[in-house]
């Protein structure tokens, strides 16, 4: 007795410092048990609590009166499934007639007190079925990506949502995109997983860093092409405009309207030309856009004009030619001249992280998602990576990269040096850079970036 009283303190004991200490590990070993065990006990309760019952059918009263039984209680949404995951429970329901999916959306943070969770989002699958994800514990307080993610072209896992899912930056769903935050929001680290992610991915990456190149020219390995100053920037971007062209001249030498081809053989961007024939995409990162736009002369000023120019014209045009835009900046508004409101229109996808004042959330999410501006502005300070991400569907969600360290993201670029794709449009603009050492000599650890 005494041996079976020292076990369960031992174990009490591990399951604490566990809580505090590891809560990923905690919740695989004793919290996804004691989670199961609270929804299956308390949901029907819950559920009534939560206003989320309906009466019984009036059949059902019928045969109640006529067998002189009880009256049947109110019925609560069927549930389909119950899964446990890495990061909490996923809770599939089936909604009883009358009900409506954004009852339960509306309920989430009732349900969240209720069943001791840490957080609870609801989605609609389909029509009268709705997905619970509830997750056990802070996921973005120490960001753990999981070993098995999707593959796909042109979609990285950049980051971890709130309920415990993989985000993805998906170039082919999403063809450009903002990200925003101020001075050490986490903004760069993001760009690095970005960068990272793209790496192995058969992608020419091009850089336009304005800050003298000291956050993308570490990486320079892995660009086709990179500019550190407006002037260059210009000439670069202009390249990408005429080659644009030269790809859509491509695609329609290679249409293939004919009678004996199927409608979806049809081609109307690269992704539908075959693979020998299909130009390599491409994809522009903006460090500090701003740069880009601001003037003091009236020889900037025509600058600035046609770099706006161009970059309105790769965002209106550049995505059936392989071209994409991932713009960042620390705010992004009408304040930088005519024709930056014309190019947000064109970012879809919105990332912004901590941010100083409600202006620039508004910037981000005014347009697309208002609710989701308090939601950026109320990010602390002292959990960097930490951000809002939306599209212009309305949908949002909290996000956090993990920490991914300047050497690192060297390391990932460099591995990968090989796969940097020849684009003769772009020659011009290959960053310099020092060969790989030998095999024989790896790179040491701690040996500063080479760019």
Not at 15 to 30: D, G, K, S
Not at 178 to 192: H, I, P
Not at 334 to 359: F, W
Request: proline share 6%; aromatic share 6%; with cysteine.
């Amino acid at each position: 007795m005494t041996g079976l009283l020292v076990s369960l303190l031992l174990v009490g004991v591990i399951a604490v410092i566990l809580r505090w200490q590891r809560p990923a590990w905690y919740w695989m070993t004793f919290g996804v048990t004691f989670a199961a065990l609270r929804v299956a006990v308390r949901y029907t309760s819950v559920m009534d609590a939560c206003g989320l019952t309906v009466p019984p059918a009036r059949w059902r009263l019928s045969l109640a009166r006529m067998a002189n039984r009880p009256v049947p209680e109110s019925r609560a949404p069927r549930i389909l499934r119950l899964r446990p995951t890495r990061t909490g429970l996923v809770l599939r329901l089936k909604l009883r007639p009358g009900q409506d999916a954004f009852d339960v959306a509306s309920a989430t943070d009732r349900l969240r007190h209720s069943f001791g969770m840490y957080g609870v989002t609801s989605r609609e699958l389909h029509s009268g079925v709705v997905e619970l994800r509830m997750t056990g514990y802070d996921v973005l307080r120490r960001v753990q990506m999981p070993a098995k993610t999707d593959h796909a072209p042109m979609r990285i896992p950049v980051a971890l949502r709130e309920d415990g899912s993989v985000h993805y930056r998906d170039y082919r769903a999403v063809p450009h995109g903002l990200t925003l935050g101020a001075t050490e929001s986490g903004k760069s680290v993001y760009q690095r997983n970005l960068v990272a992610g793209l790496a192995s991915h058969d992608v020419a990456l091009v850089g336009i860093d304005c800050k003298q190149g000291v956050e993308l020219f570490p990486l320079a390995r892995r660009f086709s092409a990179l500019a550190d100053n407006p002037d260059t920037a210009l000439e670069l971007l202009e390249t990408l405009v005429q080659h644009m062209g030269d790809v859509y001249q491509l695609i329609r030498a290679a249409q293939r309207i004919t009678v004996d081809v199927p409608d979806a053989d049809i081609a109307a961007d690269i992704w539908d030309l075959p693979a020998d024939m299909r130009p390599t995409p491409v994809v522009v990162l903006v460090d500090e856009v701003a740069e880009l736009a601001l003037f003091a002369t009236k020889d900037e000023e025509k600058r600035r004009d046609r770099i706006v120019t161009a970059l309105v014209r790769l965002a209106q045009l550049g995505r059936a030619a392989g071209i994409y835009l991932e713009i960042c900046g620390q705010r992004f508004g009408s304040e930088l001249g005519k024709g930056i409101t014309m190019l947000r229109a064109q970012l879809t996808g919105r990332t912004a992280h901590r941010v100083n004042d409600e202006s620039s959330a508004n910037m981000a999410f005014g347009d697309i998602a208002p609710d989701a501006v308090l939601a950026a502005i109320q990010i602390p300070t002292d959990v960097p990576g930490i951000a809002v991400s939306g599209d212009s569907t309305g949908g949002w969600t909290r996000i956090r990269a993990p920490h991914t360290s300047l050497r690192q993201a060297v390391n990932i670029c460099n591995r990968h040096a090989d796969r940097t794709p020849d684009v003769p449009a772009l020659a011009a603009f290959r960053p310099a850079v020092a060969p790989l050492p030998s095999a024989a000599a790896p790179l040491a650890k701690t040996a500063p970036a080479t760019a």
